[in-house]
């Protein structure tokens, strides 16, 4: 528990620099030099008001202090590792829209300017910004875009004779007889072994599939405002409604939807 508990302070220390005084009187590297200089001489309490307002709400002075004089060689490592960032800090805020979209804005010269994704509308560099692009590419009937989130595998027509095309399962999970979720699960069919196209998405969602995919994907919409996607290396997921998930896979740098 307590390497736990250290573990978690480098990623603390990235809301020190939305604390009301440290971003006004220091950069981030600044900010990152002084806490990684208090953990290595000892001076807890010190590092301990370079942590944002949010920071200090999660851990109490007391569990702070009890953290780093319980395990002093892992405070020493992290001090070390945080006095020779890789890189360096780039300072940005994140808004998040009423629709569910996340802006994001980063601080250069002085100065908040705001990133692409206020202008890539289709963007896959984030899971939650693939799902976003997809949404709002099923709204506006672009299945050409949709296209683009569908992993090259279901894509290409690769599955068995009668599998589903199209965002589904992973090939290595078994769908039970009678399970609810399969059942509900709008896809692609009867295009097995044959390339995946636009007009064969419009058909199956504008046709028989309609009410399902309409009600899977206000569920979604529903959820995504405050969803937590865990990722784990080149695969994600998000959890939605009643026991659904949404489930991304990274290809060739970019994220798709496999199944939902």
Not at 78 to 93: M, N
Not at 147 to 172: C, H, M, Q, T, W
Not at 236 to 244: D, E, F, H, N
Request: glycine share 8%; with cysteine; aromatic share 6%.
């Amino acid at each position: 528990m307590k390497v736990v508990r250290l573990a978690a302070l480098p990623a603390v220390l990235a809301l020190a620099a939305c604390s009301s005084n440290a971003i006004v009187q220091q950069g981030p590297s600044d900010t990152l030099r002084a806490y990684s200089a208090a953990l290595m001489d000892g001076r807890v309490d010190e590092a301990y008001r370079l942590l944002s307002d949010e920071a200090k709400r999660g851990m109490s002075l007391e569990a702070f202090r009890r953290a780093v004089e319980e395990s002093p060689q892992d405070a020493g490592e992290i001090a070390r590792a945080l006095s020779r960032p890789a890189g360096d800090p780039v300072v940005t805020a994140a808004v998040t829209l009423p629709s569910g979209d996340e802006l994001l804005l980063i601080y250069e010269g002085g100065r908040w300017r705001i990133d692409q994704s206020a202008v890539e509308l289709y963007g896959q560099a984030t899971p939650r910004q693939a799902l976003m692009g997809f949404l709002r590419a099923f709204e506006r009937k672009r299945y050409d875009v949709v296209l683009r989130y569908v992993p090259d595998a279901e894509r290409e027509g690769l599955g068995l004779p009668g599998e589903e095309i199209g965002p589904v399962a992973p090939k290595d999970k078994a769908a039970k007889p009678g399970d609810a979720k399969d059942a509900a699960k709008p896809a692609v069919e009867g295009v097995a072994g044959a390339e995946l196209t636009a007009e064969k998405i419009r058909a199956a969602w504008e046709g028989p599939q309609k009410e399902q995919i309409n009600r899977i994907v206000q569920a979604i919409k529903t959820a995504l405002p405050t969803a937590q996607i865990e990722e784990t290396g080149d695969s994600a997921a998000m959890s939605y409604g009643a026991g659904g998930t949404v489930a991304f896979v990274r290809e060739h740098g970019a994220w798709k939807i496999r199944d939902f």
